[in-house]
């Protein structure tokens, strides 16, 4: 099964992955409000985020670049809020796309660079978030 936002595949061009960041309670130390005062408090419930990492791959360069452009168009001010379906058909409503980086696998330096070989590619992570 492939993976969409927004009714859209884009990520299914290559391998992907889907992941989520803590979820419970925002809990704030009391030392940030008052300095004297131990403890801390829950300020609420954390907003749901959800990563996909993997990698774009197309056969030339322009695919390839057709993809991202594919992405951005989804990247906009205000966030588009949509559904997300994973490729097990796992779906999250509400969500917004707010963030897409390009990689670099090793870590160093030239995040976005593109790969090539047989097929051209780039890893990336795109982050998606549920605002309370």
């Known amino acids: 099964m492939a993976s969409f936002f927004n009714a859209l595949g884009l990520f299914n061009s290559g391998p992907h992955r889907f ?37 774009l791959t197309a056969t030339t ?3 390839l670049w057709t993809l991202r452009d594919a992405i951005a168009a989804q990247l906009t001010d205000p966030p ?10 796992r779906t999250w409503t509400g969500m917004s796309f707010v ?3 390009p990689l670099e696998p090793s870590g160093g330096q030239g995040a976005g660079r ?6 051209r590619s780039i890893a990336y992570r795109a ?6």
């Not at 940030?32 to 408090?41: D, E, F, R, T």
């Not at 588009?80 to 058909?89: F, N, Q």
């Open 19 to 55: 992941g989520h960041r803590a979820i419970g309670e925002l809990v704030v130390p009391n030392a940030a409000l008052n300095p004297v005062q131990p403890g801390s408090i829950a300020a609420g419930p954390l907003e749901l985020v959800i990563v996909v990492a993997g990698r």
């Open 61 to 63: 360069e322009t695919a």
């Open 80 to 89: 588009v809020v949509a559904s997300l379906v994973d490729h097990h058909g």
């Open 114 to 119: 593109t790969d090539r070989g047989r097929v």
């Open 127 to 132: 982050t998606f978030v549920k605002f309370l």
């Open 99 to 101: 963030r897409f980086e």
